[in-house]
């Protein structure tokens, strides 16, 4: 079925970038298309960017012009590059693939 295992979770100021990576194992990215999402405690998951498997991106209107998704099929990664955050950006980022497998998450905290 394929694990992901996402990293670069961390503490930032507003107005900061950082850049999340999830890698995958035994997931296609020229079948599955992948997302990144995120949430708050209490809240309903949110999906912030997708990559579909033929080489689309989609945003939440939340983070359009401020992430970016990318893939790279040599490393079989998925990175998601967040610049000028907010404080409202804070949550818990997961990575998803198409065939429904959760990577366990990374923490990303936007305060001054």
């Known amino acids: 079925q394929g694990q992901l295992v996402e990293s670069g979770g961390g503490l930032v100021q507003p107005g900061e970038s950082l850049t999340l990576s999830c890698a995958a194992s035994k997931i296609s990215f020229s079948i599955y298309s992948m997302y990144w999402y995120r949430q708050v405690p209490g809240m309903q998951r949110e999906l912030v960017a997708t990559?579909?498997?033929?080489?689309?991106?989609i945003y939440a209107d939340s983070v359009k012009g401020r992430f970016t998704i990318s893939k790279d099929s040599a490393k079989n990664t998925v990175d998601l590059q967040m610049n000028n955050l907010k404080p409202e950006d804070t949550a818990v980022y997961y990575c998803?693939?198409?065939?429904?497998?959760w990577g366990q998450g990374t923490q990303v905290t936007v305060s001054s």
């Open positions: 990559s579909t498997w033929y080489g689309s991106t």
């Open positions: 998803h693939s198409g065939n429904d497998v």
